[in-house]
């Protein structure tokens, strides 16, 4: 079952709570469609902006499933560069070829496997902001880093990269996840208190830069996201929504993180 209707202003969106899955390199056709039809018989009355981010493979399948309905689509990275010699990786304008509204950017799965610094990050960035696309910036610390109390040095050290290189105005009407990287896949997800200080350090941040951007901007939380733990989180108003992982594969567990969201 579809939900058929016109797609939603960003003035619409921006008022509302975002719900982003990530498939991580999960999927096969047969079992995306599964899915997908479970999140949209389970999602007839939204209280949230819902996003799907898959991998690059099933853009195609994705954008045709969810086409007229009030779910979002997008990616989970994206190349620095326009185009060019770069065997192996896809453009911002590949994306928009099919439908991509969002792109995750940054997240610590592919910085640390990949050798990612906030640079090249910081470079994703401004390239999906070129193309109309609305960057998902994933920021967070070890728990290392977190035991030592540097987690604020940590995770505005990733956001100053790209008020340095492009300026405050960057952020404008965009995405910044939280996923502090010690609770991603762990179950140990961050309490409310722990999210909600990291949450308005980032705000404060980025208005230090920009205080229109920082009022436009959306911070999400990420990280073991359940339908248990996102009743708390999803209730505190600095939170604006979360990037879910795990949950995400099972229709069930995220629709339930969706309803959890306050009308």
Known sequence: MTITSAPLSYQQISGRKTIIANWKMHGNLARNQHLVEKYLDGLQSLHANVVVCVPYPYLAQIQSFLQGTHLAWGAQNVAKFEEGAYTGEVSAEMLRDF????????????????????????????????????????????????????????????????????????????IVSYEPIWAIGTGLAATA???????????????????????????????????????????????????????????????????????
């Open 99 to 174: 439908g991509a509204q969002y792109v995750i950017i940054g997240h610590s799965e592919r910085s640390t496997a990949y050798c990612e610094s906030d640079e090249n990050i910081a470079e994703k960035f401004m390239m999906a902001k070129r193309h109309g696309l609305t960057p998902v910036l994933c920021v967070g610390e070890t728990l290392l880093e977190r035991e030592a109390g540097v987690m604020e040095r940590v995770v505005g050290r990733q956001l100053e990269t790209i008020v340095r290189l492009f300026g405050g105005e960057a952020f404008a009407d965009t």
């Open 193 to 263: 208190e722990q999210a909600v200080a990291m949450h308005q350090f980032i705000r404060d941040t980025i208005a230090g830069a920009s205080k229109s951007a920082a009022a436009s901007l959306k911070i999400l939380y990420g990280g073991s996201v359940n339908p248990q733990n996102a009743i708390q989180l999803l209730h505190q108003k600095e939170i604006d929504g979360a990037l879910v992982g795990r949950c995400s594969l099972e229709a069930g567990q995220f629709i339930k993180i969706c309803q959890s969201v306050p009308s």
